[in-house]
């Protein structure tokens, strides 16, 4: 079995669309929230949400290119160019064909959806002739494998919010058994657009002001857009390429509720942290930051308190916790690519990131959020947990490379 090792990532954030802009982001609470701006967003009643602001396409597509993908795919490969520059990782001398594209979202191309349907019942026009191609769920993937040149396994995961770190733990699984020796992977998610945020408010679990994660007076979600990819590879590839290595991916855990398609179920949540702990071979003891999937809202934060207390017993009381959703919004699809970055990013600088927003505990989330101000702190090893709808659950765990 491979030692597998991150060497490059890419980040397109309402707080930042570089990684060092929106790691500064991070640290210093900037929250990415404002009023809606896409098209015919006078028709939604939410005046909260994290849309990626000024992105131009332009600048890492040609027309042509662009024209061809709905935002969602976009943003992707943008994001996918941005890893494989960091990482430095040329698709030469047999690389290409060893390398994956393993991406997650959760919808696909939502914004073509609603365009097409406009054009459709209320315009009475022609729909774009490549309608079918830019709304396929698997867009991404094959738009990025185009994009960077990749030509070994290519997919799409759909596992609702908890898309991209299954994409991720794919490909940690896939390099580490040799399958490929390299993968891009990371996850997607452009659902800012009138009927998706008309149906998010049919739910009733979106913020009416701000997502302020495991506080005693939080009011649901704030629903964002984003993307993040990840070069993971082999250490000996990395290391024959003299690659810079960020951290080590040091176990996957996954799991299904089987309860309900809505409300979150501690024993999934347990199952799948515990077995990234098992597939780690670590101790609970280990860990010393959780990324926690954290949505502010008020079932799934309270579920997911007391299942880091069953995993970790008298110790969940010493972990640092923080939610950084409540600066970029829930991504969705491509929410635990976004905060895988960010795990890495506070092994590297050893920085947690704060839970903003917060006002005063909640008795049902007695544990240490690391409310409202970054903290300094010696990172081992960090956990990004990923809760989603259907019940599907994922947890990435990952360490601070030891040579």
Known sequence: MNRVVITGMGVLAPIGQTVADYWNALVAGTVGFAAPTFAESSRVNTRVIGELKNFDA???????????????????????????????????NGVAERTAAIIGTGAGGLTTIDESLRKLYVDNARLHPLTIPKVMVNAPASQVSMACGIK???????????????????????????????????GTESCVSTGSVKGWEAMRILAPDTCRPFSRDRKGLVLAEGAAALIFETLDHARARGADILAEVAGFGM?????????????????????????????????????AHGTGTTANDASETTALHQVFGPYARKLAISSTKSMVGHALGAAGALEQVAAVMALRDGIVPPTMNYLEPDPACDL???????????????????????????ALLTRRFDA
Do not use: W
């Open 58 to 92: 332009s600048a890492h597509l040609t027309s042509s290119q662009a024209g061809m993908m709905d935002r969602v795919s976009q943003i992707m490969v943008a994001a996918a160019k941005q890893a494989v520059a960091h990482a430095g990782l040329a698709m030469n």
């Open 152 to 186: 070994g396994p290519a997919f799409v995961i759909a596992s609702a919010c908890a898309s991209s770190t299954h994409a991720m733990g794919v490909a940690f699984n896939m390099v580490r058994s040799g399958v490929v020796s390299c993968a891009l992977t990371g």
């Open 255 to 291: 799991s299904s509720d089987a309860h309900d398609l809505t409300s979150p179920d501690v024993g999934g949540m347990t199952r799948a942290i515990a077995g990234a702990l098992a597939d780690a071979g670590l101790s609970p003891d280990a860990v010393d930051y959780v990324n």
């Open 368 to 394: 240490d959020y690391v409310p409202n101000e970054a903290r300094r702190k010696p990172i081992k090893v960090a956990l990004n947990n990923s809760f989603a709808f259907g019940g599907l659950n994922a």
